[in-house]
């Protein structure tokens, strides 16, 4: 499956909940290995960027799937691991401020606040409920993407934020865009 497969705002379906998966049949196992080869096309795509996580919803499959990259530091390493239903079961830590962005909001980053520590269950690609703490990069990736199983893209947290908005240049560095111009008034961004 390639790159094109990814929905992008202002489609509605991104701002939808997925369902459930109760059992890991045939069907989940393939939309993972899905997911993991359009997260791979896109990044052939992008000298810049790096994939390091996706949900099912943005390859238009509704489904409470996600898949974070194993590897952050390293563009080579490019295995992933499913976590199905995954959930947030408490919030620790402080809240910190980074930029993210998405494949599913080409050419806009946001530095978005998030618990700098969490627990989380999930089920696995086997159908084992795992349990695990994150933080730092991670827990924010897991945050990102149980969002987005919620139907809640990153610049919702950052709507009215004028400072909150980026974009790389062609050199891949992080610049402010123009919020009036880009943000507050993109009917592409916001309903
Ligand atoms: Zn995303």
């Excluded at 899905?34 to 992008?46: L, P, Q």
């Excluded at 349990?131 to 987005?148: P, T």
């Amino acid at each position: 499956m390639k790159k094109e497969a990814i929905i992008t705002l202002p489609n509605p379906k991104l701002r939808q909940k997925s369902t459930k998966v109760s059992f890991v049949t045939p069907e989940i196992k393939q939309l993972v290995d899905d997911m993991v080869a359009v997260s791979i096309d896109w990044e052939n795509s992008r000298p810049h960027e790096l994939s390091a996580a996706l949900a099912a919803v943005q390859i238009d499959q509704p489904y409470k799937v996600t898949i974070i990259r194993d590897e952050f530091e390293d563009k080579d390493m490019r295995t992933f691991t499913a976590l199905i239903n995954p959930k947030i079961i408490k919030f620790e830590g402080k809240i910190e401020t980074d930029y993210e962005g998405c494949l599913s909001v080409p050419g806009v980053y946001g530095l978005v606040p998030r618990h700098s520590k969490i627990r989380v269950q999930a089920m696995d690609i086997d159908g084992n409920e795992v349990r695990f703490k994150a933080d730092g990069f991670l827990a924010r990736l897991i945050q990102h993407e149980v969002d987005h199983t919620n139907g809640i893209v990153f610049i919702d947290h950052i709507r009215d934020q004028k400072d909150a908005f980026f974009e790389l240049d062609e050199k891949g560095e992080l610049k402010p865009l123009d919020y009036e111009k880009n943000i507050a008034q993109n009917s592409i961004l916001w309903d």
